[in-house]
């Protein structure tokens, strides 16, 4: 009789030049190397489904190989027969290429912003008017054209709404456009839930009454380019009281500076987002208080194996996600190139392109595909690439692998 060790079948494995990880799915446990002596067994027996125990294993490999039985990582068993052991699961492909031509454009994209206009008569830094919108949500200026009412209305109708999930309606200021009003009740009638984006700078009380035709299921989300002082806050508060519609307040800020001043904006209790914008002066404040260290990166909720195999597949927070720009444009992403431009290209063939040969598009981008993640035993806990990365260029968005930003 044989004994043969062999990982678990839940047990996610990944090897690189100086380090290894098992990922126990069921427990959420983790094992890195502790020494050179197992990080050598790792290369040379345990990237294989199963070993055969000789007596040859020196203490620690022994110690570390009870460690993995013990923890549940894999399993001893005596056996006659050498392939006695269970596979562990793998991503065949994600959908059959077959239904694709039985799908609509809509059945990929979950989440759709449109950019209705470009025109702003207000004024914030060039820089941060022009690359924050690539960053997070956010208003910029674009060039001088409105997405008419019935051009919006034609693009909708592409959209199934069983799959659009979120529609946001961003621009510069997006109350300057001359058929803001036919939008939003074309808008209410429409199922998925709306998000209108605008920049406190861009209400009034002349203009604040047209928020009043925005109906249920959607959200107003409110824009400052910098923290505002606690009486400005109380100001936009003013004009935005009478609003029946749920409000989110989005924040940016840019030094350490910004939060002191968010703690004095506490007293009003509010539901908001707080977004770091990048810019070539604070990189110092990013590394700090931004790049994820180790400790962060190792704290997430457990994984499933499926969750993993998705996570080194799709990029889960890009997946769906769509632009069309006031002037048609299209695009999966800001930070990349442009699909095409609507009326005028096709887009389906695109979207179905980079569905079928995934490593074209940022839905496929990844942290097993890029540098130096790729070669990084921490990558299964890292949140997806996000739009700061795509946007800096750099995708080692932590403080343990050197060269940031
Ligand atoms: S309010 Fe928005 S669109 Fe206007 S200048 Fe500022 S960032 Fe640009
Ligand atoms: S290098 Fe990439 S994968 Fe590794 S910890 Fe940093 S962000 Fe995560």
Redesign the pocket.
């Known amino acids: 009789m044989k004994k043969i060790f062999y990982l678990e079948p839940y047990v996610y494995k990944q090897i690189e030049d100086d380090n290894f990880l098992l990922y126990n799915s069921l427990t959420g446990k983790y094992r890195f190397k502790k020494n050179e002596d197992e990080l050598f067994f790792f290369k040379k027996f345990l990237h294989k489904d199963y070993i055969v125990l000789d007596n040859f294993f020196n203490q620690t490999i022994s110690d570390f190989i009870n460690y993995l039985k013990n923890n549940f990582f894999g399993e001893i068993r005596e056996s006659v027969e050498e392939k006695h052991y269970q596979h562990s699961p793998n991503i065949v492909t994600a959908f059959d290429e077959e239904d694709y031509h039985n799908k609509s454009l809509s059945d990929f994209i979950s989440d759709l912003t449109i950019y209705i206009n470009g025109e702003c008569t207000k004024s914030c830094a060039c820089s941060f008017c022009k690359t924050a919108y690539k960053q997070f949500p956010f208003c910029t200026k674009l060039e001088n054209t409105e997405l008419k009412y019935k051009e919006i209305e034609d693009i909708l109708s592409n959209f199934h709404p069983k799959y659009l999930l979120n529609i946001n309606i961003n621009g510069g200021n997006i109350l300057n456009h001359s058929e803001f009003e036919s939008i939003v009740y074309f808008l209410n009638n429409y199922i998925p839930k709306k998000n209108y984006y605008i920049n406190n700078k861009n209400l009034s009380f002349e203009n604040v009454n047209k928020i009043h035709s925005i109906g249920s299921n959607s959200q107003l989300i409110i824009l400052f380019s910098s923290i505002p002082s606690s009486s400005e806050f109380h100001n936009v508060k003013i004009l935005l009281e009478n609003i029946n519609i749920p409000l989110k307040w989005t924040f940016v800020i840019k030094s350490e500076k910004d939060f002191k001043l968010i703690d004095n904006l506490k007293i009003f209790d509010l539901d908001y987002n707080l977004y770091p914008f990048i810019n070539s002066k604070n990189k110092s404040f990013i590394k700090k208080n931004v790049l994820l260290n180790l400790k962060e990166?190792l704290s997430i909720p457990k994984l499933s194996y499926k969750q993993i195999l998705e996570k080194n597949q799709f990029n889960l927070l890009l997946w769906g996600k769509t632009y069309i720009l006031n002037n048609k444009d299209f695009y999966l992403n800001l930070n990349s190139v442009k699909l095409g431009t609507v009326f005028i290209d096709n887009i389906y063939d695109p979207i179905l392109n980079i569905i079928i040969n995934g490593h074209k598009g940022v839905w496929y981008l990844t942290?097993n595909v890029v540098l130096?993640?790729k070669h990084?035993v921490?990558?299964i806990f890292?949140p997806p690439i996000s739009n700061y990365e795509l946007f800096s260029k750099k995708?080692?968005?932590?403080n343990?692998?050197k060269k940031l930003l």
């Open positions: 990166i942290r130096p993640c990084c921490y990558r890292c995708y080692n968005f932590c343990i692998k």
